[in-house]
């Protein structure tokens, strides 16, 4: 349990802080309205992956007892992974100039993130493999994975959406970028992790 409760944060807090579509949505409506406006951007994560994960899950188990396909899969969870830590040592400060755009609600975010890649990439190449590896071991494990990972995820937007109202400078400062340069290197590891379990998978690794 304390494996997935670590790699739910680790993972959880690297979506959360990442820049991207949804993030700089929270951005923007912070700055042209308010907090709360910016916390139910955040939000939209609860209603768009359920679908997502239930798909990933299904589609996973139909292809349980092919330990190739498997070990396929779990090697595309770590390039994926991977990426996203190269991403993650890249980061520069966030633009927090007004981009313009209409007012949007919890419905704009919600279409946003559904129309992003990176959730169906993440749930079919490392999400749902670890929630299947976790429940295994017990339902328990694979619930704090869950758990943890939308607690961080969502939790880190909303975050900085108040550190937006406040504070401004927070974005584009040190501090942001010393945070994602270690959750990059953290990323790198869980990688690692994932090229391992697909080498076993493909029997290269006992």
């Given at each position: 349990?304390?494996?997935?409760?670590?790699?739910?944060?680790?993972?959880?807090?690297?979506?959360?802080?990442?820049?991207?579509?949804?993030?700089?949505?929270?951005?923007?409506?912070?700055?042209?309205?308010?907090?709360?406006?910016?916390?139910?951007?955040?939000?939209?994560?609860?209603?768009?992956?359920?679908?997502?994960?239930?798909?990933?899950?299904?589609?996973?188990?139909?292809?349980?007892?092919?330990?190739?396909?498997?070990?396929?899969?779990?090697?595309?969870?770590?390039?994926?992974?991977?990426?996203?830590?190269?991403?993650?040592?890249?980061?520069?400060?966030?633009?927090?100039?007004?981009?313009?755009?209409?007012?949007?609600?919890?419905?704009?975010?919600?279409?946003?993130?559904?129309?992003?890649?990176?959730?169906?990439?993440?749930?079919?190449?490392?999400?749902?493999?670890?929630?299947?590896?976790?429940?295994?071991?017990?339902?328990?494990?694979?619930?704090?994975?869950?758990?943890?990972?939308?607690?961080?995820?969502?939790?880190?937007?909303?975050?900085?959406?108040?550190?937006?109202?406040?504070?401004?400078?927070?974005?584009?400062?040190?501090?942001?970028?010393?945070a994602m340069r270690v959750l990059g290197a953290l990323l790198a590891l869980f990688a690692i992790i994932l090229f391992?379990?697909?080498?076993?998978?493909?029997?290269?690794?006992?």
């Amino acid at each position: 349990m304390l494996s997935a409760l670590a790699a739910g944060t680790i993972l959880g807090l690297s979506a959360g802080l990442a820049p991207g579509p949804l993030l700089a949505l929270v951005i923007t409506q912070t700055l042209k309205h308010n907090v709360r406006e910016g916390v139910k951007v955040a939000a939209a994560p609860f209603i768009t992956d359920l679908p997502i994960i239930l798909l990933s899950l299904l589609a996973l188990k139909q292809v349980a007892d092919f330990d190739s396909l498997l070990g396929l899969i779990s090697l595309g969870g770590g390039l994926y992974v991977l990426h996203l830590a190269y991403g993650s040592f890249r980061t520069v400060p966030v633009d927090l100039q007004d981009s313009g755009q209409q007012p949007r609600s919890l419905r704009k975010g919600a279409l946003i993130n559904l129309l992003n890649p990176h959730p169906y990439l993440f749930w079919v190449t490392v999400g749902a493999p670890f929630i299947l590896k976790a429940g295994k071991e017990s339902l328990w494990s694979a619930l704090a994975f869950i758990c943890s990972f939308y607690v961080l995820l969502v939790g880190s937007k909303v975050s900085l959406a108040l550190l937006t109202g406040k504070s401004r400078r927070f974005m584009i400062g040190k501090g942001y970028l010393y945070a994602m340069r270690v959750l990059g290197a953290l990323l790198a590891l869980f990688a690692i992790i994932l090229f391992r379990d697909g080498l076993v998978f493909l029997g290269i690794l006992t």
